[in-house]
């Protein structure tokens, strides 16, 4: 059965998704390992900007790896969606909640005065979240749901 066009865009979403994950995951490793040698050496800790002091890089470390297995866990349910349209509701479901989360980030950059033009990157990721519950939308049609 030939894949419809919302399924191909989903199946590519699910690979991008993949790459972006492994390499936030690989970013995630090197901001440990530079949290680790911080840790290791408490001098450089003074050279941290932070009120974490040594555990900030090492906690900036986690938070990275922790959205990066989300990515890949998305992109799996992405491309498993793209190959079966019955498996739609989690992708359906999280790109509800994306184009929430976004527009909550939006609106909070807004009460904090963030220029218009430094929220290029907010108005993106919004209009890809909004474009993937298209999509999702669409095969959760196709599958009957």
Known sequence: MEMS???KFLNVAGFLDY???TLALILSVLISAAGVYVFMHPALAKEIPSDFGRFSIL???IAVAAGAVFTILYGYLERAAAKDP???MPVWVLSILGVVLETGNIIIEL???TAIADMGYA???LLFSILVLVIANNVKKEAGR
Do not use: D, E
């Open 5 to 7: 066009l919302s399924r």
């Open 19 to 21: 790459i972006m994950g």
């Open 59 to 61: 906690v900036l470390g």
């Open 86 to 88: 019955a498996k739609i």
């Open 111 to 113: 009460i904090h005065h």
């Open 123 to 125: 108005f993106i990721c």
